[in-house]
């Protein structure tokens, strides 16, 4: 059984970085078979893709966030991280890791990890 | 890159159909048939139901079916039960290799 699990600080102030990783198992990111994703969701608001990664390191991003954003892979950890910087009030968020087809069909997510952004 | 549009909210009662729309530009729903549906229930994180425009992930019922025309993706969902009230949210690939999501529809079961 596929699973993903979200980890990293829940809370980070404004102006500083938000970094988090996820761990899969069940699944090698290396068999290059999906894009690994992550996704984020205001607290009472809707879905926001961010971007994903590619097993080599390719990477998409959400033009929106893009300037801010990086997104890497370490096949040998079987992880991918998400640093985002220059966090503000608006970046608080429920970030989920998913993986993904490349094309929108996320159809294994993690269960969704509060970051709070705060001083 | 816009939110696809969706209705913020619909409803139903058990047994009926109801469709939520979700609409976009020639630049996604329009150009690609990569278009999917998720449904979230409160606090959970959100589940796939359908990709592809009309495909099913394994597992899923096949009261949820999926459609498009033009630039307007649809989910209909057959049969209404109360388990299917939750929010629901389409999303699709555009032209510049990226995923825009829908504002999401809460389906309310009467």
């Known amino acids: 059984q596929v699973q993903l699990e979200e980890s990293g600080p829940g809370l980070v102030k404004p102006s500083q970085t938000l970094s988090l990783t996820c761990t899969v198992s069940?699944?090698?990111?290396?068999?290059?078979?999906?894009?690994w994703s992550w996704i984020r969701q205001d607290p009472g608001k809707g879905l926001e893709w961010i971007g994903y990664?590619?097993?080599?390191?390719?990477?998409y991003y959400n033009p929106s966030l893009k300037s801010r954003l990086t997104i890497s892979v370490d096949t040998s950890k079987n992880q991918f991280s998400l640093k985002l910087s220059s966090v503000t009030a608006a970046d608080t968020a429920v970030y989920y890791c998913?993986?993904?087809?490349?094309?929108?069909?996320?159809?294994?997510w993690g269960q969704g990890t509060l970051v709070t952004v705060s001083s | 890159q816009s939110a696809l549009t969706q209705p913020a909210s619909v409803s139903g009662s058990p047994g009926q159909s109801i469709t939520i729309s979700c609409t976009g530009t020639?630049?996604?729903?329009?150009?690609?048939?990569?278009v999917s549906w998720y449904q979230q229930h409160p606090g959970k994180a959100p589940k796939l139901i359908i990709y592809?425009?009309?495909k099913w992930p394994s597992g899923v019922s096949n009261r949820f079916s999926g459609s498009k025309s033009g630039n307007t993706a649809s989910l209909t969902i057959s049969g209404l039960q109360a388990e299917d009230e939750a929010d629901y949210y389409c999303?699709?690939?555009?032209?510049?290799?990226?995923?825009?999501f829908g504002g999401g529809t809460k389906l309310t079961v009467l």
């Open positions: 998913t993986r993904d087809s490349g094309y929108g069909g996320s159809d294994y």
């Open positions: 069940g699944d090698s990111i290396s068999s290059g078979a999906y894009y």
């Open positions: 990664t590619s097993y080599s390191g390719r990477t």
């Open positions: 020639n630049s996604d729903i329009g150009n690609y048939n990569h």
């Open positions: 592809e425009v009309t």
């Open positions: 999303c699709s690939y555009t032209g510049s290799s990226t995923l825009v």
